[in-house]
């Protein structure tokens, strides 16, 4: 069940035009530029979900590095679930909302990049919630920083990007994550690009 204003976005007709902007090699590439950062600081895990993972440009490359790895896509958008299981083959989809989500499994690793930023602040704690209790182990997100919340036009739209410090706030609900590296990819990279992307991959200490 659709919840927040934000969902109905990403859901209809504006997510669809974010799968044909986003589907190219470049960003492929830069994803797994980006990936082996963060694998080789977890060494080899055996499975992964992503929560918001649209078209799985970030799960093919993660695929590429690790081609073992057990993989599961969560995904609002139909059109965007439609173009990944052209390719996903073993990923398990999951059609869903993040917000409500519930797996009968824990993973090596929970996963978010670009979407924290698109979900209603009152809603983050059923996100939050989720990242933590499917993680056996690790913990990855990757979005816009900014020390204090603040919310910023989105090509035009009010009410649809958040910028916040997320990790941060996560490991003050879940003291015993531990943090264990972080990152930043910059736009103008000239080999990688990534679009001024923060990482922070944080470990269950018990």
């Known amino acids: ?29 830069a994803n797994i530029s980006f990936f082996s950062k963060i694998l080789h600081r977890t060494g080899k895990i055996d ?12 799960l093919k490359a993660i695929r590429t590095l690790q081609p073992d790895l057990k993989l ?9 679930v439609e173009e990944l299981k052209k390719w996903s083959g073993e990923v398990c989809i999951k059609e869903e909302s993040i917000l409500e989500v519930e797996l009968d499994t824990k993973f090596s690793m929970t996963l978010i990049k670009g979407v924290l930023i698109h979900i209603n602040p009152e809603s983050l704690l059923d996100v939050y919630k989720r990242l933590y209790k499917f993680s056996d182990e690790y913990i990855c997100i990757a979005e816009y920083y900014n020390p204090s919340p603040v ?18 706030e996560l490991m003050s609900i879940y003291p015993d994550l531990q943090l264990i590296d972080y990152g930043f990819s910059y ?16 470990k269950k200490t018990i």
């Open 187 to 202: 736009h103008k990279d000239p080999v990688f690009p990534q679009d001024d992307i923060s990482w922070f991959l944080m």
């Open 47 to 58: 499975s992964l979900v992503e929560f918001g993972c649209n078209i799985g440009l970030n």
């Open 151 to 168: 919310t910023i036009p989105y090509r035009g739209h009010n009410n649809k990007l958040f910028k916040r410090d997320f990790a941060g």
């Open 72 to 80: 599961t896509g969560i995904e609002i958008n139909h059109k965007a």
């Open 1 to 29: 069940m659709i919840k927040t204003e934000q969902e109905e976005f990403w859901q209809g007709e504006f997510g669809d035009k974010y799968i044909d902007r986003n589907d190219n090699n470049k960003l492929l590439a």
